[in-house]
């Protein structure tokens, strides 16, 4: 007999996990916005002047680039903490969230009154993440922190660069998107083990740790050799040929790792005798003559376009790319194709697009795709799902100052 009863509704991962979000600028809401991306619901808790990303250009029609894209999926609550009212309200909120994430430096949180063993003690089952600079421990956990000073510090400006050239900050936020990333996995391993033991617990992410943990290969070389990393340019340092090459009319990437891709790259660059030449029988041997190395596939290559360069190559198994900008990257057929950029919604923005959490759930309904809310557009609307409060009580709250005095878009909706 076939079953014939209805499919379940397909859901997404994090489908009914709610999240109080105390972060503002990088860090803490990409972290967030990958939780909101997969379903949970994110409210995020502004002051009265809100996340200072929503001034940050570059703007289109009065919005945030990095606001909008950092605050996808999440409901806005204006609330001023220096106000008793307002950190009542957050209490009670956080007695019934399964998360609170906050980057306010060290200490800051427990002096306004939603510190974590504040609210965990409301709330046994809460995870409270952390984001910081430093971390909450620590002789530099008092300091202040942005990527470039943790950059800076983590030694990844010192190992990037031309090797006669300065130290190099790597063209991307890089220390705030990995503290992000780390929080978001943080967060999820916290959950599981609090739904498992029913006690929550803080969760301590710092960029500075974090950074240093995304230098892999580095840190890896370092606790072997006892030699930190050093600047290359555009090579790999330990192997050849991997690095970017010219060619006629631009540049490529080429990344040969073993004797096979060296075998196959001199055959597809019909130049079989590289193969059997003692400087380069060896990954450590080529990279040790890497400059001969070079001057040989750039002689090959300045002769040809980089498409057809690239297609030899790619012919030959060799791993090997153009390089593209970031609008190349975004427009390309692979990439449209998997989905990462979204159409979205939004009133205020005709024809936005935002991207989306990059990994695929083959079991789990689409990632959820909405825009980034007004400045406390869902105060009412939270206050009383949340709490219950009514219109009176909401009025009274609006008068005392606790929920300041935002001025919502006058496009936006007033609905999640």
Same mark, same amino acid.
């Given at each position: 007999?076939?079953?014939?009863?209805?499919?379940?509704?397909?859901? &997404? $991962?994090?489908?009914?996990?709610?999240?109080?979000?105390?972060?503002?600028?990088?860090?803490?809401?990409?972290?967030?916005?990958?939780?909101?991306?997969?379903?949970?619901?994110?409210?995020?808790?502004?002051?009265?002047?809100?996340?200072?990303?929503?001034?940050?250009?570059?703007?289109?029609?009065?919005?945030?680039?990095?606001?909008?894209?950092?605050?996808?999926?999440?409901?806005?609550?204006?609330?001023?903490?220096?106000?008793?009212?307002?950190?009542?309200?957050?209490?009670?909120?956080?007695?019934?969230?399964?998360?609170?994430?906050?980057?306010?430096?060290?200490?800051?949180?427990?002096?306004?009154?939603?510190?974590?063993?504040?609210?965990?003690?409301?709330? $046994?089952?809460?995870?409270?993440?952390?984001?910081?600079?430093?971390?909450?421990?620590? $002789?530099?956990?008092?300091?202040?922190?942005?990527?470039?000073?943790?950059?800076?510090?983590?030694?990844?400006?010192?190992?990037?660069?031309?090797?006669?050239?300065?130290?190099?900050?790597?063209?991307?936020?890089?220390?705030?998107?990995?503290?992000?990333?780390?929080?978001?996995?943080?967060?999820?391993?916290?959950?599981?083990?609090?739904?498992?033991?029913?006690?929550?617990?803080?969760?301590?992410?710092?960029?500075?740790?974090?950074?240093?943990?995304?230098?892999?290969?580095?840190?890896?070389?370092?606790?072997?050799?006892?030699?930190?990393?050093?600047?290359?340019?555009? &090579?790999?340092?330990?192997?050849?040929?991997?690095?970017?090459? &010219?060619?006629?009319?631009?540049?490529?990437?080429?990344?040969?790792?073993?004797?096979?891709?060296?075998?196959?790259?001199?055959?597809?660059?019909?130049?079989?005798?590289?193969?059997?030449?003692?400087?380069?029988?060896?990954?450590?041997? &080529?990279?040790?003559?890497?400059?001969?190395?070079?001057?040989?596939?750039?002689?090959?290559?300045?002769?040809?376009?980089?498409?057809?360069?690239?297609?030899?190559?790619?012919?030959?198994?060799?791993?090997?790319?153009?390089?593209?900008?970031?609008?190349?990257?975004?427009?390309?057929?692979?990439?449209?194709?998997?989905?990462?950029?979204?159409?979205?919604?939004?009133?205020?923005?005709?024809?936005?697009?935002?991207?989306?959490?990059?990994?695929?759930?083959?079991?789990?309904?689409?990632?959820?795709?909405?825009?980034?809310?007004?400045?406390?557009?869902?105060?009412?609307?939270?206050?009383?799902?949340?709490?219950?409060?009514?219109?009176?009580?909401?009025?009274?709250?609006?008068?005392?100052?606790?929920?300041?005095?935002?001025?919502?878009?006058?496009?936006?909706?007033?609905?999640?």
């Amino acid at each position: 007999m076939n079953d014939t009863s209805p499919a379940a509704p397909a859901t &997404r $991962p994090l489908d009914g996990v709610r999240i109080l979000d105390f972060t503002r600028v990088l860090a803490g809401p990409l972290a967030t916005a990958l939780l909101a991306d997969l379903g949970a619901e994110v409210v995020k808790i502004e002051p009265p002047q809100g996340d200072d990303y929503r001034a940050i250009g570059p703007l289109k029609n009065g919005e945030s680039a990095l606001f909008t894209v950092m605050n996808r999926n999440k409901r806005s609550l204006v609330l001023d903490l220096r106000h008793a009212e307002a950190v009542a309200l957050v209490r009670e909120m956080a007695a019934q969230a399964d998360v609170v994430v906050e980057n306010f430096r060290p200490g800051v949180a427990e002096r306004l009154g939603i510190g974590p063993a504040q609210l965990c003690a409301l709330n $046994p089952r809460l995870v409270y993440v952390s984001v910081s600079g430093f971390g909450q421990t620590g $002789p530099l956990a008092h300091r202040p922190a942005y990527d470039i000073i943790v950059q800076a510090m983590s030694g990844i400006m010192e190992a990037t660069g031309e090797p006669e050239g300065p130290p190099t900050l790597v063209g991307e936020a890089v220390s705030d998107v990995v503290a992000g990333l780390f929080a978001s996995w943080a967060t999820l391993a916290a959950l599981l083990q609090a739904r498992a033991t029913g006690r929550g617990q803080q969760v301590d992410v710092a960029m500075f740790d974090t950074t240093l943990s995304f230098l892999a290969t580095s840190m890896s070389r370092y606790l072997f050799t006892g030699r930190p990393a050093r600047r290359v340019g555009n &090579r790999h340092p330990l192997s050849a040929p991997f690095g970017v090459y &010219r060619a006629r009319d631009g540049h490529f990437a080429l990344a040969v790792l073993n004797r096979k891709l060296f075998e196959a790259t001199a055959q597809a660059m019909d130049l079989p005798h590289l193969a059997g030449d003692p400087r380069f029988a060896t990954d450590e041997s &080529r990279s040790a003559h890497e400059p001969a190395l070079r001057q040989a596939i750039e002689a090959w290559a300045g002769l040809r376009d980089v498409a057809d360069v690239v297609s030899a190559l790619d012919a030959a198994g060799v791993p090997a790319a153009p390089l593209w900008n970031i609008a190349q990257a975004l427009e390309s057929p692979q990439i449209r194709a998997r989905g990462l950029l979204r159409e979205v919604d939004d009133p205020r923005l005709p024809g936005l697009r935002l991207p989306t959490q990059p990994v695929h759930f083959g079991g789990a309904a689409p990632n959820r795709a909405e825009r980034a809310p007004a400045l406390g557009e869902h105060t009412e609307a939270l206050l009383s799902q949340w709490l219950g409060r009514g219109a009176e009580a909401i009025a009274a709250l609006r008068a005392s100052g606790a929920l300041g005095h935002p001025t919502p878009s006058p496009t936006a909706s007033s609905t999640h």
